[in-house]
């Protein structure tokens, strides 16, 4: 279990830089037009990875999937 948090919080580290440097760079160069897409991009992002955390939970007990 440790070692799963520890994968999730380096990726989750990971990709927060990554958002960052996007982020930092419309702003530098000067095109904000960009911004909505980028937080348009996360928020689905988001929803997907939660959407299928949800059914992957609730299919874990089939023994199709085992």
């Known amino acids: 279990m440790f070692q799963a948090f520890i994968i ?3 990726e989750g580290l990971e ?3 990554l958002v960052a440097v996007i982020l ?3 702003r530098k160069t000067g095109r904000p037009g960009l911004l ?3 937080y348009g991009g996360i928020v689905t992002a ?3 990875s939660m959407g299928l955390g949800v059914v992957l939970m609730n299919v874990a007990n089939i023994s199709m999937w085992e």
Request: hydrophobic content about 65%; glycine content about 0%; overall charge positive.
């Open 24 to 26: 930092s760079y419309l």
């Open 8 to 10: 999730m919080a380096r």
């Open 46 to 48: 988001l929803l997907l």
């Open 15 to 17: 990709s927060f830089m």
């Open 36 to 38: 909505p897409a980028v």
